[in-house]
């Protein structure tokens, strides 16, 4: 009884807690209601209600969301741009290394310019290495241009003359020191603490750089800049004339990696040059957006009426957790957030079926233990516990299916197309949270609210 309360409340939370993300971020009240024609009485609302977004502060981590449905470029539109690497400097070993710290630090620099969910993908036709970028929202294409095309610059900085320990970043000053004159860095272990570091090796011309660097700089701050913003700002305890240094902090195994790959995109610069650009207009988005809208709507109704008509009182109470369903569908694509393409929606509106198949196993096996002479309460329990198999094999396939088409380790041989990718998130939420509705919201409606109805 104490768990089937807890159950209800947690369902209630949930709901609750869905409605307050759905809601539009404005909306705005409009009401004019008089008494009589003279206006004797009357009541008027005129007001606007604006959403916060949500903003947390875990530790040096800002989350920030706002709460609204993210839209791919083939329903926001956007820009297309195909770039092509130049690797004629890089050696053939390490051309697959560059390419990925090239899309990684177009990566970065595109997320400070707040733009939605870039999709960037590496691609190698014959010897030629290419990055695909779509920008959701960009109208202009030179401005897309201009943000990703520059090469990534790696430098080293000390602070002027000028300058306190209590320095900011703008007191730091260029030393000629740059990615150029970095040939290896590297995740290794303190043998004494066993703790991560990352250590250095520079070219001959950058370990005499390197030395003269240090010497005037013990004790002092030597900032890392990788275009033109710090990514590590270590202190120099001695000058280092081998030009091997290590950069001791505390690091974690994947914050060591993650520098190593920075100081990689800046050791290892490819000029790229753009190939392909085109501007992607949303209007054959937006009219595909509506028709699926209208599909989806048109299945979700027929749906509800059919468990109604065919199971009445459980197919009520199976429909009310449909509807829990897709308000917590959609709290999760703006909490995630996922960006929705045409595909992705594709994948929610086939979840919406697979989300009552669960329902109709668990009705038939309780039917049928009624009719071998079972009560009621013991019907239902069983009717759960005997569908559970069949419902854990068929959604395990999908996941399963979801798994290969997302390919989230970007294994060569599999899919790597962001719209194959967005069906297969939706449909990966849409079987979980189908679980989850299935088996514990409609149980627990069922064994709050089945009394008295009969099961034909």
Known sequence: MKSRRFLIWLIIILIVGSIYVDLPTKIHLKFDWSFNQKNLSWLKIDKEIQRSPIDLQLGSKNFHNDLEIKKGIDLAGGAHLVFQADMKDVPESNRNEAIEAAKNNIEKRINLFGISEPVIQTSKISEDYRLIVELAGIKDINQAIDLIGQTAQLD??????????????????????????????????????????????????????FAEVTGRNVGKPVAIFLDENPIEIPTV?????????????????????????????????????????RNVGATLGAESVQRSLQAGLIGLGMVILFMAIYYGFLGILADIALIIYGLLTLALYKLIPVTLTLPGIAGFILSIGMAVDANILIFERMKEEIRAGKSRAVAMELGFGRAWDSIRDANVCTIITCFILFNPFNWSFLNSSGMVRGFALTLFLGVVLSLFTGIVVTRTLIRTFYRKEKIK
């Open 156 to 209: 080293f900085r000390e602070l002027s003359k000028e300058s306190t320990q209590a320095a900011i970043l703008t007191d730091f000053k260029t030393t000629g020191l740059t990615g150029k004159d970095l040939s290896k860095s590297e995740v290794k272990f303190d043998p004494n603490s066993g703790q991560p570091r990352v250590s250095l090796e520079f070219s001959s011309q950058g370990a005499q750089k």
């Open 237 to 277: 305890n001695e000058k280092i004339n081998d030009g091997k240094a290590v950069i001791e902090g505390n690091f974690t195994t994947d914050t060591a990696k993650n520098l190593v790959k920075l100081l990689h995109a800046g050791s290892l610069p490819v000029p790229i040059k753009i190939i392909e650009q």
